[in-house]
Structures are given as structure tokens and as C-alpha cells.
């Protein structure tokens, strides 16, 4: 049995957080950790741990399929989730990252990037579930939708999750999707309307912020109300109740709860554990 296999644990509040990424086409092979040393060598991966060190996450894609893995220029990405801003330039190779200015948009000569990425994690070498589950999907989602859309990536945190993507520009994780489900996020992001099914959770908050997000996505599509990412901000994280507000100033109030889940396998091959998780008890609006 994969670990991906055993569904024990709830989607909401697992998603990998980062506020900026670096997503950086690299057709050739991944490492165990794209940050080891084995993919681009020890003397350039020391350099880019520096500027990449507190300041974004590193992300690598490629085209799925063989025709994706021969390119004469690299496709570069930087995405600022707080902000729901993509840009996109194409570089010679890795070592140009370190140029780069990372403290916001507009300051690399790259041009805005309008639409959504889907990023899905197909990092067989830290965990075969990401081949086995994610290869096909890929593969799937990007004849269903060509161009620079949908991309394999590298590690996306939680592979027990496969097939897991993130959505970009806004930072969300996604997991356990089936094509049709997967197909369906993807038509949803192109049109900016926000998507529950599979959602772990947007990055830019910790778990809490990211369960309490979804709880109220939840009530309010369930409701019948449209929603669109980024129409939703999470303050108070740490607080006894996280507050959501939405664009048009409502806000609610989510209670949670933290509770003990047994049986976790977090990689193939690893004996079950527990763990703790964060789960939506109320919802409930403030009233002006």
C-alpha cells in the first residue's frame, strides 16, 4: 500500500506555505531535494540556497512528456501569492535566478502573466506516489488544456496526498484529485472562480488560517453564493477564533479544534504515526 493510500488525515490546513515562489523550467533530472546539490551542483546550489533563504520557494516544472524536455530557453516564473501576481521572463539557465529581485513585482523585466498555473507534483525520486499518481494526471490535464498552464513540478509538500498541484497565483494546494475533478479546478481557476473540491488550503496562512479560509468558502458556495480566489483574508491566526473577511466587508468568526489523527504514513515506506490537525467547529458572522 502507497501512502497516498491511506486517507486518514483532513485536506484542509495542509498545504505548503510560501508567500513568493521562483518556478524555474529544468527539464533535466530532479534530485531527492532539487536544493541537495545533485541537480544543479554543490557550488551554484550553495549560492542559490542563499538568495532563495528566507525570501521564496524554489519550484521546478517541466512539460510533461517527452517534446517538453527539449527547450532552448528556460521559462521562469515568480509568483507573490499575497498579492495574486504572476510574472514570466525566459533565462539561459539556473544561475540566473541569483539576479533576480524578489521584493516584489515589476523589478526583473518580466511580463505579467495572466491566468493560472497548475503546477503538478510528479517528484517520483522523494516519493514514488508522485510518479505513479501524478505522471498521468499531468499528462491528462495538459492535453485537455495546451500551452504553459499545466506543468509537472517538484516536491509540493505532502506527497501522502497524490496526486497533489498547486495553483498559482494564488498559492493554493491541492490534493486526492482525479482527472475529473482536476479538470473541473482547472476550468473553475481560468475563469478566477474559487474551487473547494481537493483544497488543502492557500499558503500564504498557516494551518488555522487555512482551515478557518475554508470553512468559510464552504459555507458561503454551499449557500449558492459565487466566490472568487482572493475574495477572502484571514487575520486573527492565532488568536482563540481566526476572523475571514471578504472583499465586500462581511466577516466571520471560525472556532476550531485540534484533534489527534492515528495511522498517518507521511512517505512509501514509513511505519504509521499520529499527528495533530485543525478542524472547523463553527462558523460564525460578525455582525457591523
Known sequence: MRCSDVQVEPLPGSAKTERVYVIFEWPHGWSRDVLDGDTFGEEL???????????????????????????????????????????????????????????GPGRNGAEEYVGPLVLVCTHGKRDVCCALKGRPLATDLADRFPGTTVWETSHTKGHRFAPSLLLMPWGYSFGRLNGEVAAALVESALQGEYFYPGNRGRGLYGPRGQVAELAVARELLGAGEGLRFGELDVSDVDGEAPVVTHVDGRSWAVELE??????????????PKGGSVWVARAVAEIQA
Do not use: N, W, Y
Open 45 to 103: 546550489t550553495d549560492r542559490l540556497r542563499k538568495k532563495l533563504k528566507k525570501a521564496a520557494g524554489l519550484q521546478l516544472i517541466r512539460q510533461p512528456g517527452r517534446e517538453g524536455r527539449r527547450i532552448d530557453r528556460h521559462h521562469l516564473f515568480l509568483v507573490f501569492a499575497d498579492q495574486a501576481r504572476a510574472e514570466m521572463l525566459t533565462v539561459d539557465g539556473p544561475e540566473d535566478i541569483l539576479d533576480l529581485d524578489l521584493s
Open 258 to 271: 485540534q484533534q489527534e489523527v492515528t495511522g498517518i504514513v507521511s512517505s512509501c515506506g514509513d511505519r
